[in-house]
């Protein structure tokens, strides 16, 4: 791990965790659904960071919280049409 990268996860722990998330999403030895569970987390929480740095309270938010999606992918001037698809898959995820 470089410096650069230690520096901006010790300053954004969210990151730290996506990355770990991501790291952990990619290990044949858990089940599938446990491996699409980590992704969809390791993405939620690039969207709570983002969120978080565009001026959004995320402290005390229930997890997931949908608007943290929507704020995310806003920010990301992310098309209607991702955002049409993005916040349904959040919602289901919340139920797996």
């Given at each position: 791990?470089?410096?650069?990268?230690?520096?901006?996860?010790?300053?954004?722990?969210?990151?730290r965790t996506s990355a770990l998330?991501?790291?952990?999403?990619?290990?044949?030895?858990?089940?599938?659904?446990?491996?699409?569970?980590?992704?969809?987390?390791?993405?939620?929480?690039?969207?709570?960071?983002i969120a978080a740095s565009s001026?959004?309270?995320?402290?005390?938010?229930?997890?997931?919280?949908?608007?943290?999606?929507?704020?995310?992918?806003?920010?990301?001037d992310a098309p209607i049409e991702?955002?049409?698809?993005?916040?349904?898959?959040?919602?289901?995820?919340?139920?797996?």
């Amino acid at each position: 791990m470089t410096q650069d990268r230690r520096s901006i996860e010790s300053r954004r722990p969210r990151l730290r965790t996506s990355a770990l998330f991501l790291r952990d999403s990619k290990n044949e030895e858990i089940s599938l659904h446990t491996r699409i569970r980590l992704a969809f987390e390791c993405i939620y929480f690039c969207c709570v960071e983002i969120a978080a740095s565009s001026g959004m309270s995320v402290e005390t938010l229930e997890h997931p919280c949908y608007e943290v999606v929507d704020v995310a992918l806003t920010n990301l001037d992310a098309p209607i049409e991702d955002r049409l698809t993005d916040l349904p898959l959040a919602q289901m995820t919340a139920f797996a």
